[in-house]
């Protein structure tokens, strides 16, 4: 592997079908030197990754492992699910294949996620009551 690549990233670009690191930063939501950064340290940005996949339908397990499901399951037939119980069923894949210490660090970046919307939720509320509040005083 030279300095530059990065399976996971690669496997995500080819899956998004695009071919400049810039891009997929816009795509993860990130800026592109947070990019090289997880490139040449040769690390995994897992949250982005996972909502990535997630948002648009793309296998994560062969974004994170370049392991494809074997042909077996592709013949079952899987009901609508929404876009919360794919990335369930994902992550629980992916899991399978993770070192312990990939899945504490999965773990983490789910954590975080999860702390950060409940600010985020918290701050919305805040901001519809100080809304409501103000309109009862401009009355």
């Known amino acids: 592997m030279t300095k530059n690549e990065h399976p996971s990233l690669d496997r995500l670009k080819k899956s998004l079908n695009i071919s400049k690191d810039s891009a997929l930063a816009k795509i993860m939501g990130v800026n592109q030197s947070t990019l090289s950064t997880h490139r040449q340290r040769q690390t995994i940005p897992y949250e982005h990754i996972i909502?990535?996949?997630?948002?648009?339908?793309?296998?994560?397990l062969w974004v994170m492992t370049g392991k494809k499901k074997p042909d077996k399951q592709k013949e079952i037939i899987q009901p609508k699910l929404s876009i919360k119980e794919r990335a369930i069923s994902r992550v629980v894949r992916v899991l399978n294949y993770l070192s312990p210490e990939n899945i504490e660090k999965v773990m983490r970046y789910v954590e975080i996620a999860y702390e950060r919307a409940k600010l985020e939720e918290e701050e919305r509320k805040l901001e519809m009551s100080n809304a409501i509040l103000k309109t009862g005083t401009d009355g």
């Open 51 to 60: 909502k990535v996949c997630g948002e648009h339908d793309i296998d994560i």
